[in-house]
């Protein structure tokens, strides 16, 4: 969407703005956007987030559902992947998912979240309802590999 588009929406009625399109389920290729990093406090190590951008849709998305979806959305639509770091096994998760990136091994954690912008990754893209409003639902990234080449 164009800036003038957004101008259009922030005008209209509230009744009139339309309900965004939500994007497929299935397998995406993801590039990163950005990685944050916020120390810990007396729960956590540490906690952050990946924002990624959709590159492309894999077989296992429905091509009816992207064709709606993209028209509207592909350009601006961001999934957020954030993570909770409390102990060696959640770190171990994040190096991993580090790897699935291709991200360089000789950082340490911290810079290496800081670093993954513009890193690509495999990831299923999920529906999932909230566990206290099951008429509220997020979308979520899942099963992360690596860039098949």
């Given at each position: 969407m164009s800036a003038s588009d957004y101008?259009?929406?922030?005008?209209?009625?509230?009744?009139?703005?339309?309900?965004?399109?939500?994007?497929p389920t299935g397998t995406w290729?993801?590039?990163a956007i950005s990685g944050?990093?916020?120390?810990?406090?007396?729960?956590?190590?540490?906690?952050?987030?990946?924002?990624?951008?959709?590159i492309e849709p894999q077989d296992d998305v429905d091509e009816e559902l992207f064709n709606e979806f993209a028209a509207d959305s592909m350009e601006s639509a961001r999934i957020f992947d954030r993570f909770w770091l409390k102990d060696v096994r959640?770190?171990?998760?994040?190096?991993?998912?580090?790897s699935m990136m291709d991200v360089d091994d000789e950082l340490n954690i911290k810079e290496a979240v800081k670093s993954v912008k513009g890193h690509e990754v495999m990831a299923m893209i999920i529906r999932k309802a909230d566990k206290d409003d099951p008429n509220v639902f997020y979308t979520n990234a899942k099963s992360f590999a690596p860039v098949e080449d």
């Open positions: 101008d259009d929406i922030l005008n209209r009625a509230r009744k009139e703005i339309p309900e965004p399109v939500d994007v290729k993801l590039q944050k990093w916020e120390d810990g406090d007396e729960e956590y190590i540490a906690t952050g987030m990946f924002v990624f951008k959709l959640d770190v171990n998760t994040l190096n991993k998912k580090l």
